[in-house]
C-alpha cells in the first residue's frame, strides 16, 4: 500500500534565496487541505523535495483529491519507500511493484534511476541498465523506449529508496497567501468565482463581497453564493464573505437616475463599498468576473467609469476570455452546475431595458448628484448592518 507521496512544484523551484518561504507555505496550504482527511500525516522537505507521509491508515482517494486542489503543487507522485537492504533486494521490490500495478500490460517503460546519495555502490546508469534486465525478464510483454516510455519508472536513492511510476497533475500555480490578499466581488453567476480562482492560483488570498438584496433576491440565491464560495474555498483556504444588504441603495438609484444608467451607477457603488472592506481587512486590490464586451457594463468605456470610483488596483484576470472559456474552467473547478441554479441577484433584478453602453463619466457624476441628499447615509447603513461570515470547504 502506498504510504507516501512526493510533491513536485514548478515555478517555487526558481524563486533562488526565497524559495525556503515559498516552500513553507506551500507545507501550511497541504497540512490545511489535509485537515479533514481521516488519518494523520507527517509533511516535511528534504533537499528541494516535499513529502506526505501517512503515519496511520488514511484513505488514499480522499488524501490525493484533497491534495489536488492544494495551488503550488503541480505533480502528486504516490511513491513506495523501502530500507536499502542491497540491490538484490531493490530489484526484488520493483518486480512486486510493477507486478502490483502492470502486470500483464504489453507497455514500454524507462526506468530513471537517480543518485542523490554518493555513497550507494551503483551509478544511475548501471541501475537504470541491470533493473532493466531485471524487468525484460519478469515481464515478457514490456519493450524498452528510452525516448517516449508508456511507463517511466523513477528510483531515487536518497535515505530510503522511493520507487513511483506515475505523476497526478496538481493545480500548478503559486502557494495562497505568497501574494498578499485581494477583494474578490462575487455573484451568483459563472464568472466571478472562476476569477477568485484564477488570481488566488497566483498566490493571493481571498476575502469576498456579496451584495444581496432582499425581498428581491431570495434566501436562496445568498445560499448559492455562500455555496460558491465554499467550492472556490477548497483551494484558497477559508473566505471571510461580507454579505452586504443593497436593497436601499439600489431602489435610491432606480428612483433617483436615468434607468439606462442604472448598472453602471448601481456598479459604482458596490466598487466603493467592496473598497471599504478591502482596505479595512489588509486586501491590496478589487477582484471582479469582468471580461471586455461581454455585457453592456463590460465595455472598455463601462470598465472605465467603475474604476474611477477606487484608489486601490481593480484585477480582471478574465478580461480577455470569451464565455465559453470561463465556463470551461468553471466545469473544471467544479462551480458551473451551483452558478446556473436559477436564483436571481442583485445584479440582475433591476436591468434596464436599453443600458447605456458608452457612459459619459461626466453625465454619470451629474446623475450621481441626484443622489447626495441620502445616499452617504444609505452606504454608512449597508457597511454597519454587513454579515461577516466564514466559509471554508
Do not use: W
Request: aromatic letters at 8%; charged letters at 25%.
Amino acid at each position: 500500500m502506498v504510504k507516501a507521496f512526493l510533491i513536485k512544484y514548478g515555478e517555487i523551484g526558481i524563486k533562488g534565496k526565497n524559495r525556503h518561504l515559498f516552500e513553507d507555505a506551500l507545507i501550511h496550504q497541504i497540512k490545511y487541505a489535509l485537515k479533514p482527511v481521516e488519518g494523520e500525516f507527517l509533511i516535511t522537505k528534504e533537499q528541494g523535495r516535499i513529502y506526505v507521509e501517512a503515519q496511520t491508515d488514511y484513505d488514499y482517494e480522499e488524501t490525493l483529491e484533497h491534495l489536488k486542489h492544494v495551488f503550488g503543487i503541480v505533480g502528486i507522485c504516490p511513491m513506495v519507500q523501502i530500507e536499502d537492504r542491497g540491490f538484490e533486494q531493490l530489484a526484488r521490490d520493483v518486480i512486486a511493484y510493477l507486478k502490483e500495478r502492470y502486470e500483464g500490460q504489453a507497455l514500454t517503460f524507462k526506468v530513471h534511476a537517480r543518485r542523490a546519495r554518493k555513497d550507494y555502490p551503483m551509478e544511475s546508469m548501471e541501475i537504470n541498465a541491470q533493473l532493466g534486465g531485471r524487468i525484460l525478464e519478469a515481464f515478457p510483454l514490456m519493450r524498452v523506449d528510452v525516448h517516449h516510455p508508456q511507463l517511466l519508472l523513477n528510483i531515487e536513492i536518497r535515505r530510503q529508496i522511493q520507487i513511483y511510476s506515475e505523476v497526478i497533475p496538481g493545480p500548478g500555480g503559486m502557494p495562497v497567501g505568497t501574494n498578499g490578499k485581494g477583494m474578490l466581488l462575487l455573484s451568483g453567476g459563472i464568472d466571478s468565482p472562476v476569477a477568485g480562482y484564477m488570481v488566488a492560483k497566483r498566490g493571493v488570498k481571498i476575502d469576498a463581497t456579496y451584495f444581496h438584496a432582499p425581498p428581491y433576491t431570495s434566501e436562496r440565491a445568498r445560499e448559492k453564493v455562500i455555496d460558491l464560495a465554499r467550492i472556490v474555498a477548497k483551494y484558497t483556504g477559508p473566505i471571510y464573505l461580507n454579505i452586504v444588504n443593497f436593497t436601499d441603495i439600489q431602489l435610491y438609484i432606480y428612483e433617483k437616475c436615468p434607468h439606462e444608467e442604472l448598472t453602471i451607477i448601481m456598479r459604482r457603488y458596490m466598487m466603493k463599498i467592496a473598497e471599504h472592506f478591502a482596505k479595512e481587512t489588509g486586501s491590496l486590490g478589487l477582484i471582479t468576473g469582468e471580461s471586455i464586451g461581454q455585457v453592456a457594463s463590460q465595455t472598455m468605456q463601462s470598465l472605465a467609469a467603475t474604476n474611477e470610483v477606487c484608489t486601490l488596483p481593480v484585477y480582471r484576470p478574465l478580461i480577455g476570455f470569451d464565455k465559453q472559456e470561463i465556463i470551461d474552467v468553471s466545469e473544471k473547478i467544479g462551480t458551473y452546475e451551483t452558478s446556473i441554479l436559477p436564483f436571481e441577484d442583485c445584479c440582475t433584478i433591476f436591468v434596464a431595458k436599453h443600458p447605456v453602453t458608452k457612459p459619459n463619466l461626466n453625465v454619470i457624476k451629474r446623475s450621481e448628484q441626484k443622489l447626495q441628499e441620502k445616499i452617504a447615509e444609505l452606504v454608512k447603513t449597508a457597511i454597519d448592518t454587513t454579515e461577516t461570515i466564514v466559509v471554508e470547504a
